[in-house]
């Protein structure tokens, strides 16, 4: 069956560290993949999107890792804030070859930046 | 540039009522998906419609259905409700050049 893993439900890093937050799934083939932030109470606010044939991508202290072989994405935020505690959510496209848009959202990792 | 809204933000329902949540797509968006988040998990994709027609469906039952208008909005209506059903519903717009979900911040359905 299809999955998307995000392998921490919860992480606590201190303020000024790096934080690493890793989505991992089976049985999928995505054209690309996404992250997302939610706050409580919120609708998810899109950060990244990565392409297959894409490496790496960054966004000012964000970087996104895309590996199709290991079917999966590391998301960084360096230099981590009080302000970045959020919950994470990497998301999968399918169907895009058929100019669809579906995206299938794992369960999210709640980050706590700890001042 | 006016985002997303859906209204009601909350609502109660009964078991077995039938219930309709709308959604208005961001200014530019012809394309508009709904998803299910029950608590403390990720949202789940419930469909998504492209030009009035369904373009894409997740593992939901018939008792959901959607429809998009040609203003880009759209509802979801949700037929013999269950207790199961009781959730966040998200609605998110996007456009094919910009594959980016714009989310609302979604309609609490309560379900007794």
């Known amino acids: 069956s299809q999955k998307i893993e995000q392998n921490s439900e919860a992480l606590n890093i201190q303020e000024g560290k790096t934080a690493t937050l890793t989505c991992n799934y089976t049985?999928?083939?995505?054209?690309?993949l996404q992250w997302y932030r939610q706050d409580p109470g919120r609708g998810p606010v899109f950060l990244l999107l990565i392409r297959e044939n894409e490496k790496e991508k960054r966004k000012e202290r964000l970087k996104v890792t895309f590996d199709t072989t290991l079917k999966q994405s590391l998301f960084h935020i360096t230099a981590s804030q009080p302000a970045d505690s959020a919950t994470y959510l990497c998301?999968?496209?399918?169907?895009?070859?058929?100019?669809?848009?579906?995206?299938?959202f794992g369960t999210g990792t709640r980050l706590t930046v700890i001042p | 540039e006016t985002g997303v809204t859906q209204s009601p933000t909350h609502l109660i329902k009964t078991r077995g009522q039938q219930v309709t949540l709308r959604c208005s797509s961001q200014?530019?968006?012809?394309?508009v998906s709904w998803y299910q988040q029950a608590l403390g998990q990720g949202p789940q994709f419930i469909f998504q419609?492209?030009?009035?027609?369904?373009?894409g469906r997740g593992n939901f039952p018939p008792r959901f259905s959607g429809l998009q208008f040609p203003n880009y909005s759209s509802e979801l209506n949700v037929n013999a409700l269950e207790l199961d059903d009781s959730a966040l519903y998200l609605c998110?717009?996007?456009?094919?050049?910009?594959?980016?979900?714009?989310f609302g911040n979604g309609t609490r359905l309560t379900v007794t």
């Open positions: 419609y492209y030009r009035e027609e369904e373009n």
């Open positions: 998301a999968l496209a399918v169907g895009a070859q058929t100019g669809a848009n579906n995206l299938f």
């Open positions: 998110a717009s996007s456009s094919f050049r910009d594959r980016a979900l714009h």
């Open positions: 049985n999928y083939s995505p054209a690309y």
């Open positions: 200014s530019g968006h012809n394309t």
